[in-house]
T-cell receptor
């Protein structure tokens, strides 16, 4: 079974500052995908960013970027210029390549609070 | 295009009652899944389907049944509700080659 570990249950950051959320995973697979999902108080799950394991270049989406270390099995999310709207629960997720039905394995989440 | 819809949004059941959580998607996605979200445990896969007529178990299938008679609908049935099934339930859909899950808004279920 795959495991995804998020070791920071709660974090806070001042607005306009930068914060990094950690995620590690355990797998024997070589081809897989990694994701960060955001869950605001509305409960809706929103895709923030994704990374294909075969790509060495780290993914970026506007203020969001990842630090993907395949050998270390680490996948951290950096949020730059934090905004109040970034306050949410953030989940790291793993998916094996060619897994039937695109099954995801999720971490336990990090609750991020942006302080005005 | 409504995406993934779930009904009801909230439900309270008594132990032993049965009910069906509804999920529908209008994106013609072949893959659909059910997850449950519990505090401190993230989201865990209950059942999934790779197409009409085909379903399989995920990590935590006990106490739940599914069927998929059409591409659009993927209902989750609780045959005899237990307090341990108190949770938030998410339905998601995706398709081959996309590698992203599109989530519904969730159903908060309380079993007393």
């Amino acid at each position: 079974a795959q495991t995804v570990t998020q070791s920071q249950p709660e974090m806070s950051v001042q607005d306009a500052e930068t914060v990094t959320l950690s995620c590690t995973y355990d797998t024997s697979e070589n081809n897989y995908y990694l994701f960060w999902y955001k869950q605001p108080p509305s409960r809706q799950m929103i895709l923030v960013i994704r990374q294909e394991a075969y790509k060495q270049q780290n993914a970026t989406e506007n203020r969001f970027s990842v630090n993907f270390q395949k050998a270390a099995k680490s996948f951290s999310l950096k949020i730059s210029d934090s905004q109040l709207g970034d306050t949410a629960m953030y989940f790291c997720a793993f998916m094996k390549h060619d897994r039937p039905g695109n099954q995801f394995y999720f971490g336990t989440g990090t609750s991020l609070t942006v302080i005005p | 295009n409504a995406g993934v819809t779930q009904t009801p949004k909230f439900q309270v059941l008594k132990t032993g009652q049965s009910m069906t959580l509804q999920c529908a998607q209008d994106m013609n996605h072949e893959y659909m899944s059910w997850y449950r979200q519990d505090p401190g445990m993230g989201l865990r896969l209950i059942h999934y389907s790779v197409g009409a007529g085909i379903t399989d178990q995920g990590e935590v299938p006990n106490g739940y049944n599914v069927s998929r008679s059409t591409t659009e609908d993927f209902p989750l049935r609780l045959l005899s509700a237990a307090p341990s099934q108190t949770s938030v339930y998410f339905c998601a859909s995706s398709y081959e080659g996309n590698y992203e899950q599109y989530f519904g808004p969730g159903t908060r279920l309380t079993v007393t």
